[in-house]
């Protein structure tokens, strides 16, 4: 059983592993440590949510709840385009060893409406996780920029999506069909207007597999995920033109990529997650290679 | 080991924990066996598929790529190798195209007959099932399915029909009969080929079918159409709870993940389940974002394991059409035909062909054991068996391998000449 003074230190750890990563310059350090220790007590709102002990009214929130407000703070700054800020789901795999359980806690998670889970269309295996409060308001952005160029009854589908469509579909994918079913079950009517809308507006995608259904999407994340895709392949092939396909982390961490808005640690973490990277401890710090089986 | 013994003699450890350490501490030391070799009679060919028979599990099927299929008996062996103290087993025979109605080209299946080992059907790339006799190594039975057939599966629980269900490059499942040599039933449901076809292990009628369209579909075969189909999105944590509410509480926490999750979430769980009137022609429901490569009953046919060429592996609750979120890191399942995996009778571990080697896997955790490497191309298939708890490996290497438990130096074969001869080759007159 869990003391409140364990709490503390809990947090405090927390803390510490977020300040002890390493950013490149001091004031934009103190600026990020304190963005990051605010998300990290945030915890103690919403813990109760996605954890399993109960106790004096403080619960402790489960590994993949303090991962992901872990790697949520310290999502890189990118201006230019204005996305709030998602976790992929190999960077929890890379912090929290046991991949069963990150699954079944997000699964929890998404079942108490925490966060939102959507599939990209970087890879096979890429989903990117964001906070469903964070993804609401995301929303309702786009749903004001576009007040002024659309009628008012076509916008009202915005409001369909928070209030019916996220609240009971936790899928990542959606059919005509479904949309139906969901709206006329609360008495309104979809029209096909209202769905070219919301694939203008970024938040469904065609699926190219099928007719019909839909992928649900983070608005304006394009250019994202081609930053994504790219600094990944110019990861990879700087390890790869070393002779011995690897380098030490602290080097690492240095040199800043060419073709991705994203930072190292970001790419780091994603493909330590999806297999493609390995670490090890050596004498002379952490080692970062590429198996070669 | 030996405390393990004193245990057992002051009875401290029950008879069956004892038996199921053992086993188990045998198990998760498998390796490649030094003692036990098998002598591949394919030239030039891939291992497709192997099948130990189910009655006295002392013969080994193969099917290879040049339509060959050979059979070995793993029990005893053709000739003995001192030098090495390894026993080779060689093919008792081997049948190709140059038989009557043999196989032209690429056998991707093979299965024993269920009852004995008299009869063993293939399925062949060339668009034929044959059914043959052992005895005379002659096709008895030929059936033309007119597309590939990728897989076929004989029911080992069935004590009132012969029916040999045939997977092909058509979306359509057919049951061959044996015993009037025509087709029973057609199944239609798949929106792609059929790469893999399994009966269940509980009932005689129920027949699991995997697709390249990724869906996993359940069929009853005394009823038209399909009555499950496997959601990937309808989950459930770890195994169902017990269905006594007094019993759940003594449960440790993950069951109360679970019973918070069903009692919240019974609008999905409908909507995995459609058991009232069958299921809708369109429906696009997918077990696997790729297609379905290889299916895997457990022994007591309450779980399902698949892999699909989205290189997951997932494990299903069969009753309630769950997927238990089971992850099973860095497998890699690719290609253009199915693959064979194993799981031990006591359900604890799952052998899956990934590339050239084997993963081994914990079934109800996901951990990853070991990965065993002795084969120079891709593995496409094991068969695991039970008694000896050897792993019997197929690849397109054109070798069967065979792995073992670790054994430990055979002390009474210990050959004390060569002993001799080395002691006195290090007396040397340095003492004294």
């Not at chain 1, 979809?190 to 995608?205: D, P, T």
Request: contains cysteine.
């Amino acid at each position: 059983m869990m003391k409140k003074r364990d709490l503390k230190s809990l947090y405090s750890w927390a803390g510490s592993i977020v300040a002890s990563s390493t950013p490149k310059k001091t004031e934009k350090r103190a600026k990020r440590e304190q963005s990051a220790t605010s998300e990290v007590e945030s915890l103690a709102q919403d813990s109760h949510q996605g954890s399993y002990e109960k106790e004096d009214g403080f619960t402790v929130p489960s590994d993949t709840a303090v991962a992901l407000r872990m790697i949520h703070g310290q999502f890189p700054k990118i201006d230019k385009v204005s996305v709030p800020p998602f976790v992929l789901i190999s960077q929890v795999y890379s912090i929290v060893k046991d991949r069963t359980l990150v699954d079944r806690e997000l699964e929890v998670m998404k079942q108490d409406k925490d966060v939102r889970v959507f599939k990209l269309s970087t890879g096979q295996d890429d989903f990117a996780i964001m906070f469903f409060d964070d993804y609401v308001s995301q929303v309702n952005a786009i749903k004001s920029r576009l007040d002024g160029k659309h009628p008012s009854e076509d916008l009202v589908i915005f409001d369909w999506y928070i209030n019916h469509i996220l609240p009971i579909h936790m899928d990542a994918g959606i059919t005509d069909f479904h949309l139906e079913s969901i709206l006329s079950g609360v008495g309104h009517q979809i029209q096909e207007r209202h769905i070219s809308l919301l694939i203008k507006a970024g938040l469904l995608v065609r699926q190219l597999a099928h007719e019909r259904s839909y992928w649900l999407a983070i608005p304006n994340i394009g250019s994202l995920l081609k930053s994504l895709s790219q600094g990944r392949k110019e990861l990879l092939s700087l390890l790869n033109r070393r002779q011995y396909k690897e380098v030490l982390l602290s080097i690492l961490e240095k040199k800043k990529l060419r073709m991705s808005q994203l930072d190292m640690r970001f790419h780091v973490r994603d493909l330590l997650g999806s297999g493609q990277l390995f670490l090890s401890h050596t004498p002379a710090g952490i080692l970062v290679r590429i198996p070669r089986d | 080991m030996w405390q393990m013994v004193g245990r057992r003699e002051t009875g401290r450890l029950p008879p069956h924990k004892f038996r199921a350490l053992l086993q188990k501490t045998r198990l998760y030391s498998i390796e490649l066996a030094g003692h036990k070799e098998i002598a591949s009679a394919h030239k030039s060919g891939v291992n497709s598929l192997q099948q130990i028979d189910a009655t006295e599990a002392r013969y080994l099927l193969s099917g290879a790529a040049d339509g060959s299929v050979a059979v070995y008996d793993i029990e005893q062996a053709t000739a003995y190798d001192h030098s090495t103290r390894t026993s080779k087993h060689e093919a008792l025979f081997m049948v190709d195209k140059r038989v009557l109605n043999g196989h032209l080209y690429s056998v991707s299946c093979v299965h024993w007959y269920p009852i004995d080992t008299g009869i063993f059907v293939t399925g062949s790339f060339d668009n034929f099932v044959n059914v043959w006799d052992t005895n005379t190594t002659q096709v008895e039975l030929q059936f033309n399915m007119s597309k590939k057939v990728y897989s076929l599966s004989m029911s080992t629980l069935a004590t009132t029909h012969m029916l040999i269900a045939t997977g092909t490059d058509d979306t359509r499942i057919r049951l061959c009969d044996i015993a009037s040599g025509a087709f029973t039933h057609t199944l239609s449901g798949h929106r792609d080929s059929v790469w893999v076809v399994q009966w269940s292990t509980r009932s005689e009628w129920v027949l699991v079918s995997g697709g390249c369209d990724g869906a996993i579909r359940f069929w009853d075969i005394r009823r038209a159409g399909c009555y499950q189909i496997l959601d990937q999105q309808c989950s459930q944590i770890g195994r169902r709870p017990p269905v006594l509410k007094k019993s759940s509480r003594t449960h440790g926490r993950e069951d109360n993940l679970c019973t918070k999750y069903l009692n919240a979430s019974s609008p999905i769980r409908q909507r995995g389940q459609k058991r009232s009137f069958g299921i809708s022609a369109v429906d696009s429901r997918t077990a696997h974002y790729g297609s379905v490569a290889g299916l895997q009953m457990t022994a007591d046919g309450l779980h399902m394991i698949s892999a699909g060429t989205d290189s997951r592996l997932r494990l299903w609750d069969v009753e309630s059409g769950c997927n238990t979120l089971v992850n099973y890191p860095s497998t890699y399942i690719r290609g253009n035909k199915g693959i064979q995996m194993a799981v031990t009778p006591d359900s604890s571990l799952v052998f899956t062909p990934s590339l050239n080697a084997i993963l081994v896997y914990d079934v109800w955790s996901g951990h990853s054991y070991s990965s065993l490497r002795g084969h120079y191309d891709q593995v496409n298939c094991c068969a695991f068996h039970p008694q000896g708890q050897e792993l019997y490996t197929g690849s397109n290497d054109r070798k069967i391998l065979v792995w073992a438990p670790r054994r430990p130096i055979d002390i009474d074969n210990f050959d004390y000449e060569d002993a001799e001869q080395a002691i006195k080759a290090d007396e040397d007159a340095w003492s004294d």
